[in-house]
């Protein structure tokens, strides 16, 4: 049985993230592989104005009251900590029980830190998730596999997490991007930023998450101490929610008498300590789900959840071509709210097209793993 080496992102922070990660890997199990996600050791410097930006980007977003909510918040370190530790102690759980971790360390610098890693795995897959963003600090050479044999390199739905690269990467991601053997990208603005570089046209293939079947996730959902018994609007929102979506959120709440479960918000802490596994629950039964996130939009689709997509910041180019591809274009916020149709969503083309991507996704993988 062939070994892979998966190298991802591995923080023990984001639902996507960990979820993304087990899916390829059952995914390549699905298909006859025994996959390993390579752990790589971080090297990166905290950033000390990081706090400053923050605020900035909360006084922005959510306006003075929420600047002042969050600093009696950021005020309160110790109990902050505290929840945030929990919430990192059971992602890690989750990871520890789901996810086939090698023995092998890598440096995100140093990548000739185990130099028999090479040896051990006939192929590598790098993705999905924001592999090649160049505005994540731990994101190098490493995420490109050049410390392994260039016939060993594969992409899998790697995602730029971007529309354009900034000038000051492109020669080295031209260089690094030349020697991968088989290209797939996320977004169809990865598309266009390979071709750009290297004059070669990778592949569209979906998500990880979306290679799974709603039965397959479901076998590792579980429901959350906090889950309501009564019926529940969801909100996953990692760009912070504005005045105008907290008031309509509200008002449907009251409308419908439902109540509203907060995912990404530590000041719901009962809910925001939630673990991938109770994450999948939340969506699969929510009522409606307002998201700004890729993968909140993409659990939507396989548990068939009404839901609402919003714009966060430059990262579009993802929820753009999932919309697209599922021609669900109608569930962004800027067009539900022109006719309120918040329950209506029209999913019965999900499984076909479904179908059609994971064959795609299967012919790929078995190509570029013979």
Not at 98 to 105: A, K, L, Q, V
Not at 131 to 155: C, D, G, M, Q
Request: contains cysteine; glycine residues 4%; charged residues 25%.
């Amino acid at each position: 049985m062939k070994r892979i080496g998966i190298i991802t992102l591995t923080g023990y922070t984001n639902y996507g993230n960990r979820l993304q990660n087990y899916a390829l890997q059952q995914f390549l199990i699905s298909l006859g592989y025994s996959p390993e996600t390579i752990n790589i050791k971080n090297n990166i410097i905290q950033n000390k104005c990081k706090f400053c930006k923050k605020m900035k980007e909360i006084i922005k977003i959510q306006g003075f009251t929420g600047f002042i909510k969050k600093l009696i918040l950021l005020l309160n370190r110790r109990q902050i900590k505290k929840i945030r530790n929990f919430r990192y102690k059971k992602f890690k759980l989750f990871s520890e029980k789901y996810i086939n971790n090698s023995n092998f360390i890598i440096g995100n610098k140093d990548i000739e830190l185990n130099s028999n890693i090479n040896e051990y795995y006939d192929y590598f897959i790098v993705g999905s998730d924001q592999v090649w963003n160049p505005y994540f600090p731990e994101v190098t050479e490493v995420f490109f596999l050049t410390f392994a044999s260039e016939h060993k390199r594969i992409s899998y739905s790697a995602s730029f997490g971007i529309n354009e690269l900034p000038c000051n990467v492109k020669d080295k991601y031209k260089k690094w991007l030349s020697n991968i053997n088989h290209i797939s990208v996320r977004e169809e603005s990865g598309i266009k930023i390979v071709e750009d570089l290297i004059n070669i046209k990778p592949e569209l293939l979906v998500d990880p998450t979306l290679l799974l079947t709603k039965d397959d996730w479901l076998k590792i959902a579980k429901i959350h101490e906090g889950k309501p018994k009564a019926k529940y609007i969801l909100t996953y929102f990692l760009g912070g929610i504005n005045k105008e979506y907290k008031k309509e959120i509200k008002d449907l709440s009251k409308k419908y008498n439902l109540k509203v479960v907060h995912l990404a918000d530590i000041t719901d802490k009962k809910r925001f300590t939630a673990d991938p596994s109770e994450f999948l629950d939340y969506i699969n039964s929510a009522t409606l789900f307002f998201t700004d996130s890729f993968h909140g939009t993409v659990f939507s689709l396989i548990f068939n959840t009404p839901f609402v997509t919003f714009n966060r910041g430059n990262m579009n180019s993802r929820i753009d071509t999932i919309l697209k591809k599922f021609n669900l274009e109608n569930r962004r916020w800027s067009e539900v709210k022109k006719i309120k149709n918040y329950f209506s969503v029209d999913f019965s083309n999900i499984d076909s097209i479904l179908y059609n991507e994971r064959q795609k996704a299967k012919n790929f993988l078995l190509n570029s793993l013979s």
